[in-house]
């Protein structure tokens, strides 16, 4: 069965500084990882994808992750934060069950970003 | 952005009335899904659809019934809602089976049950 922890329930950073969410997961083969972003009073969203192809993955508004087979991370980072960064990050492992490709979400990183 | 359309977007009604949530979908994805998000919890998963007719349970099925009768809509029904349902009620969907296919997220229903 796989599982997904995100370490910090919130991370605390200054304008400019660099950003690190962590994400551990445990799955008996090698996954898909993905992590979306949840702005307030919206849905999430997609920020990138694990998919094999390369273990470090580019998305959108500068963010990067990189999969970590030895150490099963898939931490998300962005080198310097903007105020708008600020939001709820989730980690999600997806695994083959019976057939379906079901997602497991982490608990969830508020992010929170200081002027 | 995926055409997702959840509604009610807010309902407040009373412990032991039914309440059935709409998810319409204009993308023809096979693959929706009812999650709930609660503080401290995340999402977790209720359940989910893989074609009409065809649905599953997910790890907080109890007190809670779907149906899907045509592509493009999942519904959500709590029998008898109860204070421990209040939540905020998100739907997904996706574009088949696979597991490199991400999820695309309707802007939740916030329910409460008083």
Redesign the interface.
């Known amino acids: 069965a796989q599982s997904v922890t995100q370490l910090g329930s919130h991370v605390s950073v200054s304008e400019g500084a660099l950003v690190l969410l962590r994400c551990n997961y445990s799955s008996s083969v090698p996954p898909y990882l993905f992590w979306y972003v949840q702005y307030p009073n919206q849905g999430l969203q997609l920020l990138l994808k694990y998919t094999s192809a390369a273990t470090l993955v580019k998305g959108i508004n500068g963010f990067e992750a990189e999969f970590k087979k030895s150490e099963t991370s898939f931490h998300l980072t962005k080198p310097s934060a903007h105020m708008s960064d600020a939001a709820e990050y989730f980690c999600a492992v997806s695994e083959s069950t019976g057939g379906s490709y079901i997602p497991t979400f982490g608990r969830g990183t508020s992010l929170i970003v200081h002027p | 952005d995926a055409g997702?359309t959840q509604s009610p977007r807010h309902k407040v009604t009373e412990t032991g009335t039914p309440v059935t949530l709409r998810c319409h979908q204009t993308e023809n994805h096979r693959?929706m899904y009812w999650y709930r998000q609660d503080p401290?919890?995340?999402?977790?998963?209720i359940h989910?659809s893989?074609g009409v007719k065809d649905t599953?349970k997910?790890e907080v099925s109890d007190g809670y019934s779907v149906s899907r009768s045509k592509t493009e809509d999942f519904l959500l029904t709590l029998e008898s809602a109860t204070s421990s349902q209040t939540s905020v009620y998100?739907c997904?969907i996706s574009d088949g089976?696979?597991?490199?296919?991400?999820?695309?997220?309707?802007?939740?229903t916030r329910l409460s049950i008083l």
């Open positions: 997702i693959y401290g919890h995340g999402l977790r998963l989910y893989y599953d997910g998100f997904a089976g696979l597991g490199n296919q991400p999820q695309h997220f309707g802007d939740g």
